[in-house]
């Protein structure tokens, strides 16, 4: 017991670069402790005075007793007194004290800078000749701040430097990497694809068999995106998209024209439709609905309608669905933001959701992460198992979002309402 | 004690929860790799959760900003 008080109020010591007092002595701790602080007290000064002298303390010598303790830096010194006041002095060579930061060689690695590119997002697809912004950020544990300091190159070629900056990219497929070097020269980077040009999804929204994942829209609305082509028994096609992009949240009739494009980019109609409405299931617009799908498909045919995205997406989605548990990696093809990537964050979910019609609570949901997987306009996207196993099998179909999530309908209950599969592989 | 199968709990509860002024939504969710009810609301969370319980049924309440969800037309 006493033996291992010692080492403990040594160790004290030791972890206190300067002369130390305790400000009470331990309860019940061993005879003469007391008057051995007070001396250690009144001499530590005068000690610490003594060239090589790094410390002096309190502990236990011979018999338990208290003893002054004085650390020198070096073995040898000399001046030292071997007892004050009656108490007994002991020499430690502890080396020279340090404030306790990691040595060089040993301890915590520095860490390298952490980089995020927050544009382009991964994946994103361009138009020809449009100015394209690029930002990020760069945080080092150790340096802090470095998004200045970023370096961004295309292909290995240097375009930009620091937090944000716009350029033109020639068409093609880009590798984007931004890169930052700490003081001690880790290097911390970050990488995105992007596709400048012919792969754009408005590059294709006058070809037939135009892709899937493109505008589309009742003539009475703005655009929205074509999910997949799917099938009925019989072999008829349909273009798959959501009732507030083909019909208009309950006001449109059977036989009204798909669009394609819709006419916010520019669809006409008739000339520019690729179906007719077929089939839609009403949205029950109450905030004490039990909504499950937001739906409806055009009747379509092969020459007008293709089953893949354009190059660039993800291309063909499998005809058998999947279930999305939570976690999951999912991707999507849409008009607005082309493919992104995202993951499943929340499902059941029960939503409000407003439409120009009014509010409508829906149940049984998928929400998705991050904020930035789709936009207005991607509505009746197609999602999509984003992985190795399962790939491509569709999850759901987008409708909803805010700025931080994205809210789709399970895809099982969307067929099963039509009494169709999806036209894929 | 065992606890009941989350989305019974969900059930049971959603229709309470989404009566609370300013929540948009409510999920299964996970925190911290174990399951939870997951609340989204609108965005002045503070305001909101002085109202919504910490634990339902012996699931953590985990509340999340959404703002407002909207149809995605263009």
Excluded at chain 1, 169 to 194: E, P, R, Y
Excluded at chain 1, 315 to 335: C, E, L, N
Excluded at chain 1, 409 to 417: H, R, S
Aim: hydrophobic share 40%; aromatic share 6%; with cysteine.
């Amino acid at each position: 017991m006493r033996k291992f008080l010692f080492f403990a109020i040594i160790s004290l010591l030791l972890a206190w670069p300067v002369s130390t007092v305790f400000a009470a002595p331990p309860p019940g701790g061993p005879p003469g402790l007391e008057r051995a602080i007070a001396v250690k007290d009144r001499h530590a000064d005068a000690l610490l005075a003594i060239p090589g002298v790094g410390g002096v303390g309190v502990g236990l010598g011979e018999g338990g007793k208290a003893a002054l303790v004085i650390f020198t830096e070096t073995p040898g010194v000399r001046g030292l007194p071997v007892s004050l006041e009656g108490i007994p002095a002991i020499v430690q060579v502890s080396g020279e004290f340090v404030a306790l930061a990691p040595p060089e060689g040993k301890g915590p690695k520095n860490s390298s800078p952490v980089v995020n590119i927050t544009s382009p997002l991964d994946g994103y697809v361009y138009d020809s000749g449009v100015l394209i912004n690029f930002s990020g950020t760069a945080n080092d544990k150790e340096d802090g701040d470095l998004t200045a300091n970023l370096s961004w190159k295309s292909d290995g070629v240097d375009i930009g430097n620091g937090s944000s900056f716009t350029i033109v990219l020639v068409d093609g497929t880009h590798k984007i990497t931004a890169s930052v070097i700490d003081s001690v020269g880790n290097i911390g980077t970050s990488s995105i694809t992007i596709t400048v040009g012919q792969s754009s999804p408005s590059a294709w929204w006058w070809s037939r068999p135009v892709p899937i994942g493109v505008s589309t829209g009742h003539p009475d609305i703005t655009a929205g995106t074509i999910g997949a082509r799917v099938k009925d028994a019989s072999g008829k096609v349909y273009a798959l998209s959501n009732n507030h992009v083909y019909a208009n949240e309950n006001r449109a009739s059977i036989g009204d024209n798909a669009l394609q494009p819709g006419v916010y980019d520019g669809g006409r109609n008739p000339a520019d439709a690729i179906g007719t409405l077929h089939a839609f299931k009403p949205i029950e617009f109450s905030r004490r609905a039990n909504n499950v799908i937001d739906a409806a498909i055009a009747l379509s045919s092969s020459v007008s309608l293709g089953k893949a995205t354009p190059p660039g997406g993800y291309g063909t989605p499998m005809s058998t669905t999947a279930t999305a548990p939570i976690g999951m990696p999912v991707m999507k093809y849409g008009r607005t933001t082309g493919l992104t990537r995202g993951q499943v964050y929340a499902i059941d979910a029960t939503v409000n959701v407003r439409y120009s019609a009014g509010v409508a609570r829906f149940v049984h949901q998928i929400v998705i992460t991050p904020g930035t997987f789709s936009a207005g306009g991607d509505s009746g996207s197609l999602i999509v198992v984003d992985g190795t196993v399962d790939t491509r099998k569709p999850v759901g179909l987008l409708f909803a979002g805010s700025s931080s999530y994205t809210i789709a309908n399970p895809i099982a209950d969307v067929l099963m309402n039509f009494g169709v599969t999806i036209d894929g592989n | 004690m065992q606890r009941k199968n989350i989305r019974e709990v969900l059930n049971r509860h959603v229709a309470e929860l989404m009566e609370i002024p300013g929540v948009t939504g409510a999920a299964e969710g996970q925190s911290h790799g174990e399951p939870c009810i997951t609340i989204f609301v609108m965005d002045d969370i503070h305001e909101i959760q002085t109202r919504i319980p910490g634990i339902i049924e012996g699931y953590p309440v985990q509340i999340v900003g959404s703002s407002e969800f909207r149809a995605l037309t263009s």
